[in-house]
């Protein structure tokens, strides 16, 4: 009997949790169907018939599915780059003995512990003087430099990329990028999996750089769009719900299709890490 | 192996990608930011060098000050109850009993993948105090009369926040500690078993012990993490006397609203020192622990 | 919150400017103010510029953050068929930094741009504006409303930007809920009732009372501030911090208003303060003209229903100011195109639009007496926005102004809100003036 009261309290505990998760994002939803004299006034429980009206409104003052597209392309870019990159210095690092291999090493292991925000004004003036503002370039291209990627990487090629195939690779008349291209990466695909969904998530939340770099609302990001909602619609509280919800929900049905595998795939990361 | 030794030199140009993107794109900023630091530079006139009289004043800026309390407050208001909750939740799922596991953990993971920036609006829509569904919900249960203008209070500024980063954060150190409990071998329970341990005890003695490398990692990360925090409480606003403002949003109104500049590299210099002083305290305790 | 006001403020004139410009585009009168209907519409043209006489061509590039200015390219390229201007535009606050970068780099830039009252101040003595008194600039603006002119200025007294239009602010109230609180609907009558604080404390206080708190004779305490922003001394004088004393009387009869419940405290712009002003919960609200679009006039529901009377002080509210980029090869066709924004033409067409008032007093004085719009039935508004607007002190734009109110308004707003002395307003003040702008000797 005291199991059956222990369980029964667990499982209260866990759906209250998972209440809490999904109730905000409940409450979202519903709210984006109402009119704003509603929402300013009444506690909103079940879905209303305002959604288009306030998607409409939403829609001719920001350009949310473009800022959509605008984010998806910049990450998947970048994730590319990060995930080839990463994988091609952690490879270099797990199987050729140069000199200063591992002084080399630890220096990108200590670039991991510089906060993010150091260099952040300088980053804008330097994008300045190449003439890059306002372009993708330096959204994109500091995706090749991953240190957590490397080492993720170098634990992976260590473990699991047997030196006899690389061997045989040269054997078979192979250049060293075409050993890595067609032997070693298809090897690595469980580890490039595992950070491609770290480096798709970090790009696809970035905020700040977006922020400073990126001026035109054409070129804008969904985060960046997202943030300036509130001062764009200052009291149209139902165009906000609506950008909301055109934010979360393509990410939750993502998410319900590969739920498995990207939570299998940090718990991989995390355990390396 | 003789053709292995020739190749070594290939170990360079398979590394040197990272290296070129970091110097280009990691260590000129940096570099540049420092420059600037020494420089008086408002964006309308060309730069002027003046000395440390950037580091002077952020020594006397109070408003710095407050922002490394503010973010020193809202780290550990979101971490504290982040981290039990995790462990928590990581206990009970990987107890083989429960049922629907991963529905579980799809749900608590959730809301990780969700941009900051679009949780904190969520946040600061739920809880505006003329429109927000909190304060609707409140008086429609009869808690309180009159909304509640919790953007209005330093504290709930500060809990909310807190609340934010907290909801954020727990599924994802949940999995991280489902992780490192199910590298235990299962033969350490097995043996506790045979020693006729109770499932209280086992938790205390053995999984908590066992863990604690997955500890040390979940907690380093939220120092440096955590001391970073830009963009949700961005979306939740200062706060009334600038009571939740974060160093780092302190930076970038200082730089990017203010075109301070010179002054906001010297921000940044200067929550780099502080990141660095909590990481190295960190890593110090941890060290005498063991 | 400074920073996020003045953004509020900004990003409204867009959107006030989006959706009256598309009002005029469709002919769809859905927003309050944009529906003026003009009876000297054949007048109109008739003190138009001078232009015309010689042909004009070339290419233009203008920046701005404000919707409209499209219409003014479209007037200005109908009317010279040889130039072609180029409209880009930066909705929200990216528009500031977006520009000082450019002009700073000197790479892609504009030849004309456009300034935001909130942040003109600190362009205003750069480098980066032509000097337009040197071009016969000051001829443009000699009929100007003095406020509008002098905000154009630099400190050594140059004209370095244009604005075209004036942002005169005043009671808005419904007819039907003043009759039932005030006893009448006529703007004049009600002018006189609330043409002192003193005046509304005591009206605003009886109104809470008597209908037992819950309708408020004004919307914000705070509002005194967007008031009393520019009838009061510079913040900045010789380099010192100037504190008005004045502002010691404003903060005690913010706090009266306060304590009277005279105010229903809803910030500008806020949902609840959009409500209030729909439903009537609120007899006055104080705000620009160019708010009308947060009026709900859908089918034209509202049309009639609105009037609005004078506040105790004359005021404006934002402003959108036009200038010439120092360095640009094309200097002389953009000096025409602010010769035309500055002209009569132009400020008549807006008006009819837009319902945007004039920055010339010329435009004020040939409307005086005819302009009528459906919105505001048969109350002409022009007159009390003139009256008001004309007496408006002009001042000089600092760098330094817009962002000491800002920190004046978030002291003393909090100061109203905990019940906090005078002199801690003033100490809080001062200490954040001090770290922001450590150059500015505070005592």
């Not at chain 3, 003139?386 to 004046?408: C, F, N, R, T």
Request: aromatic share 14%.
């Amino acid at each position: 009997m005291a199991k059956v009261i222990t369980k029964g309290i667990l499982y209260l505990f866990l759906v209250i949790v998972a209440a809490s998760c999904l109730i905000p994002f409940y409450s979202m939803f519903v709210t984006s169907t109402h009119a704003n004299s509603d929402i300013a006034r009444k506690l909103l429980l079940i879905p209303g018939d305002q959604f288009f009206d306030n998607y409409n409104r939403l829609k001719d003052t920001v350009n949310i599915w473009r800022g959509f597209a605008n984010t998806l392309f910049i990450t998947v870019l970048s994730t590319i780059l990060n995930v080839y990159f990463a994988a091609l210095a952690g490879y270099g690092f797990s199987k050729y003995n140069f000199k200063y291999r591992n002084a080399l090493f630890v220096i990108v292991l200590g670039t991991m512990m510089i906060p993010g925000q150091l260099g952040i004004i300088g980053f804008f003036k330097l994008m300045d003087s190449l003439n890059m503002l306002n372009t993708y370039w330096p959204l994109i291209l500091p995706s090749i430099h991953n240190a957590f990627g490397i080492f993720l990487m170098r634990q992976f090629a260590d473990s699991s990329v047997p030196t006899e195939i690389i061997e045989s690779g040269r054997m078979d008349g192979y250049g060293e990028l075409q050993i890595f291209n067609r032997i070693v990466l298809p090897i690595m695909s469980p580890a490039l999996a595992t950070l491609g969904i770290f480096a798709f998530i970090g790009k696809w939340n970035d905020f700040l750089t977006p922020m400073i770099i990126l001026f035109d609302n054409n070129l804008q990001t969904l985060p960046v769009m997202i943030a300036s909602l509130k001062s764009q619609f200052t009291s149209d509280f139902g165009a906000q719900y609506v950008g909301i919800v055109i934010a979360v929900v393509p990410v939750l049905v993502f998410f319900s299709f590969m739920s498995k595998r990207i939570i299998d795939g940090v718990a991989a990361g995390a355990v390396k890490g | 192996m003789g053709s292995k030794i020739n190749k070594t030199h290939y170990g360079y140009y398979f590394i040197a990608p990272f290296f070129i993107g970091f110097a280009v794109f990691g260590l000129a900023p940096i570099l540049y930011t420092l420059y600037l630091s020494f420089m008086k530079w408002d964006g309308f006139n060309d730069p002027v060098y003046v000395g440390v009289a950037n580091y002077t004043r952020l020594l006397h800026d109070s408003f710095f000050y407050q922002t490394i309390w503010n973010t020193l407050i809202i780290w550990v208001l979101s971490n504290a109850p982040q981290l039990v909750l995790a462990l928590l939740l990581a206990l009970i799922l990987n107890e083989k009993f429960i049922r629907g596991k991963h529905f579980f953990r799809a749900v608590y993971f959730f809301p990780h993948i969700i941009t900051p920036v679009t949780l904190g609006v969520i946040f600061s829509l739920m809880f505006d105090w003329q429109t927000g569904s909190i304060n609707k919900l409140l008086m429609n249960l009869g808690i309180v009369n009159d909304p509640v203008n919790w953007f209005n209070s330093p504290w709930w500024s500060r809990v909310i926040a807190s609340a934010v980063i907290c909801w954020q954060y727990f599924g994802f150190n949940m999995i991280v500690f489902i992780a490192g409990l199910q590298s235990i071998p299962s033969e350490v329970y097995e043996a506790a078993e045979m020693d006729g341990a109770t499932k209280k005890q086992t938790a205390l003695h053995i999984t908590l012990p066992l863990l604690r490398p997955v500890f040390l990692f979940v907690f380093i990360t939220s120092v440096i993490g955590g001391l970073q925090l830009f963009d949700a409480p961005l979306m939740l606003g200062d706060g009334p006397g600038n009571t939740s403002r974060t160093m780092v949003m302190y930076l970038y109104q200082t730089a990017f609203k203010n075109f301070d500049y010179s002054y906001g590299a010297a921000v940044a210099y200067g929550i780099f020192i502080v990141v660095m002083f909590f990481t190295a305290i960190t890593a110090k305790a941890s060290r005498l622990k063991d | 919150m400074k920073t996020r006001k003045w953004l509020t403020m900004a990003t409204s004139v867009v959107l006030a400017a989006s959706l009256m410009a598309g009002c005029g585009n469709n002919g769809n009168n859905n927003s309050a103010a944009g529906d003026a209907s003009n009876s000297n519409n054949g007048s109109a043209n008739t003190g138009a510029s001078n232009g015309g006489t010689k042909e004009l061509s070339g290419k233009l590039v203008i920046w701005t953050f404000f919707d409209q200015v499209k219409d003014m390219a479209d007037q200005f390229e109908a009317k010279n068929p040889g130039v072609t201007v180029e409209v880009k535009m930066f909705p929200g606050d990216q528009y500031q930094t977006k520009l000082l970068t450019a002009l700073q780099s000197g790479r892609d830039v504009p030849d004309i741009f456009d300034l935001e009252r909130g942040y003109i101040g600190k362009f205003i003595d750069s480098k980066f504006l032509t000097d337009l008194s040197a071009m016969g600039g000051d001829d443009l603006v000699k009929d100007y409303i003095p406020y509008v002119q002098e905000l154009g200025r630099s400190s050594d007294g140059k004209l370095r930007a244009i604005s075209d239009h004036s942002s005169p602010g005043g009671f808005w109230y419904q007819k039907e809920i003043a009759k039932q609180y005030l006893g009448t609907d006529d703007p004049d009558k009600i002018s006189e009732m609330v043409n002192s604080w003193d005046k509304i404390i005591d009206l605003g206080t009886k109104i809470a009372a008597d209908s037992g708190g819950k309708e408020h004779l004004i919307q914000n305490a705070g509002d005194l501030f967007d008031i009393e922003a520019y009838n009061t001394q510079p913040w900045v004088k010789d380099g010192k911090l100037n504190i008005d004393p004045k502002w010691q009387t404003i903060f005690e009869t913010q706090q009266k208003i306060r304590q009277g419940n005279v105010d229903a405290k809803l910030p500008f712009m806020s949902a609840g303060w959009g409500n209030a002003l729909n439903d009537g919960s609120v007899v006055l609200t104080s705000m620009p003209a160019w708010a009308g679009f947060m009026i709900d006039n859908k089918d034209n529901k509202a049309n009639g229903k609105y009037g609005v009377a004078k506040t105790p002080e004359g005021f404006y509210v934002g402003g959108t100011y036009r200038g010439i980029y120092d360095k640009s090869e094309n200097k002389d066709l953009a000096y025409e195109f602010i010769k035309y924004i500055a002209g009569t033409e132009w400020q008549q067409h807006n008006l009819e639009k837009t319902g945007n008032m004039p920055g010339s007093g010329k435009v004020y004085e040939s409307n005086l007496d005819t302009y009528t719009s459906t919105f505001f039935g048969d109350q002409n508004i022009l007159k009390p926005y003139y009256e008001s607007v004309k007496q408006m002190p002009a001042i000089k734009a600092d760098k330094y102004g817009e962002d000491i109110l800002s920190k004046w308004r978030k002291a003393a707003g909090d100061g109203i809100t905990n019940n906090l002395s005078y002199e801690d307003v003033v100490k809080n003040f001062k200490k954040e003036v001090k770290n922001t702008f450590p150059e500015i000797k505070v005592d």
